[in-house]
């Protein structure tokens, strides 16, 4: 069994903590492209064509999206859960959360 440093230098090695690996300026269409065969939950995020950001994330073998909003309290998916800090904040709280509550789409079996 792995012991817990070593769990946690595996967690810190993740790609959710940089986020040159999820950040990127591409289309919607350049992302379902991107993502199309990955496995489910490969995601990225993007600027979106509402001035926002836009989740683009695998699930059951599709890309799937959802806005990402900005407001003065932070960033989130909707009021009143736009309470993070910054991008990195949200990615790394729904790496360890599900986004079913945000679109039902977002279901990981």
Request: with cysteine; net charge negative; proline share 6%.
């Amino acid at each position: 069994m792995p012991s817990l440093s070593a769990l946690n230098r595996t967690e810190r090695d993740l790609p959710h903590h940089d986020e040159k690996t999820w950040l990127v300026r591409m289309s919607r269409a350049q992302a379902e492209a991107l993502l199309s065969g990955r496995p489910d939950g490969t995601f990225l995020i993007r600027p979106s064509t509402t001035g926002q950001y836009a989740l683009s994330i695998v699930c059951s073998g599709a890309p799937k999206h959802c806005l990402v909003y900005e407001t003065e309290r932070g960033f989130g998916f909707a009021e009143p859960f736009n309470i993070y800090p910054s991008l990195g904040a949200l990615v790394l709280h729904y790496a360890a959360n599900s986004l079913e509550e945000h679109n039902d789409d977002l279901i990981f079996l």
